[in-house]
């Protein structure tokens, strides 16, 4: 690639900087999209196991984790949904939704990725792969120096994402250019993750999961729990680890559809041990697991206040202090990024720099597993396209 001008260019060929290109291209832009890889949205391509939960049905900025709470509302109102699924519709590619208004595609998620570069194609959008960036500058208009030759725009769009899958070629450049040009970053951390236990805390049910309602720090989920060798994973897991911080323990009810008080009180003269009443409600290996031997053997006549206390701090109010996250390569998102302070909630525009642009997970808007980060990249994607 020869020096070239371009009307904007977009740096990171995810999902965020690949709709943001289309819809600038769509108005008459000229757009160029320099991807860091040998191929656009591998992220995309992995995720909701190759099946890409590509949004939900039911979205607002309560499912999103930020400093500024309220950022995400504009662009999402404008580009909704039901937006993004007429596209799908109209590539005909199958889909279903699974739970909680979650969507995936029936075959792969390949398909979303070549509808995106139809779409691309469609408005005269040229895509650059296996292009490192060595730097960026600016002197009236933007120039990206890249290894295999310079660019130059009008618009600079930042969508190279966080730091989770570094597999994928995630890397920190979207927050050095933040810098750059004065923004602050949100302290980043992985997120959407795994959480570690100290020791080998349970190692003995790892493969064992429960229905449970999980919460921290006010915020609470009703999902499924693992048990891992190193700690605990599953959906609730992975969703409370957006509100966790290393010292804020987390409450888990492994029987969220069991009043306790009222199983002991309904059976106060049963003969039955502890251990056999319980595991008609959980799995027999978490209660062996939790209960010591000397309670599990009681009789439910046995238990005084005390035992009924201990047994509900256990089942009912267990609190998990974790250790630490399983770290970036298993995170499916970063939690932080840009602050959203010198961002426009309109169009995704820096407030400190004129032209240039950030959006998708480079920002401090991070969303709850189920097809929200995917939605927040569409959308501000969209903002931003309409805007350059």
């Not at 499924?224 to 957006?242: D, E, K």
């Not at 209960?291 to 701090?313: F, G, H, T, W, Y």
């Amino acid at each position: 690639m020869a020096d070239r001008h371009f009307d904007a260019v977009v740096i990171g060929g995810g999902a965020a900087g690949l709709f943001c290109a289309i819809e600038a291209g769509r108005r008459g832009r000229r757009v160029a999209v320099l991807e860091r890889s040998g191929q656009v949205g591998r992220k995309i391509i992995i995720s909701g196991g190759g099946r890409c939960n590509f949004t939900n049905l039911d979205v607002s900025s309560a499912n999103f984790v930020s400093q500024n709470p309220h950022f995400a509302k504009s662009a999402l109102a404008r580009f909704t949904p039901k937006d993004f699924i007429e596209i799908v519709k109209r590539y005909k590619i199958a889909f279903h939704e699974k739970k909680h208004g979650q969507l995936f595609c029936r075959e792969s998620s390949r398909e979303i990725v070549e509808m995106l570069l139809k779409e691309a194609k469609a408005a005269k959008v040229e895509i650059f792969t296996n292009s490192q960036i060595k730097g960026v500058e600016y002197t009236g208009k933007f120039t990206v120096y890249t290894d295999a030759a310079n660019v130059e725009a009008e618009s600079l769009v930042v969508a190279c994402g966080g730091l989770s899958f570094p597999k994928v070629g995630a890397t920190g450049l979207g927050y050095e250019i933040a810098r750059q040009f004065g923004h602050k970053i949100t302290e980043t951390r992985p997120s959407l993750v795994a959480l570690r236990l100290k020791g080998k805390a349970f190692s003995e049910l790892s493969g064992v999961s429960a229905d449970a309602e999980v919460s921290c720090g006010g915020t609470a989920f009703r999902e499924s729990v693992l048990f891992t060798h190193r700690g605990l994973s599953g959906p609730a897991i992975l969703q409370i680890s957006n509100y966790w911080s290393p010292g804020n323990p987390v409450e888990i009810d492994l029987m969220p559809n069991i009043d306790l008080a009222g199983l002991f009180e309904e059976k106060a003269e049963s003969s039955q041990q502890l251990s056999t009443v319980l595991s008609e409600h959980l799995s027999k290996r978490i209660v062996e697991a939790f209960l010591p031997q000397k309670l599990a053997r009681k009789k439910i006549s046995e238990l005084d206040a005390a035992s009924q206390n201990a047994v509900a701090d256990m089942f009912k109010r267990w609190r998990v202090n974790f250790d630490a996250t399983e770290g970036w390569d298993r995170a499916e998102v970063t939690l932080g990024g840009v602050s959203t302070k010198d961002i426009s909630s309109q169009t995704m525009e820096s407030k400190l720099q004129p032209g240039l642009y950030f959006i998708g997970e480079v920002l401090d808007v991070t969303g709850w597993l189920g097809g929200y980060n995917f939605q927040w990249a569409w959308a501000s994607g969209a903002a931003a396209g309409r805007a350059i």
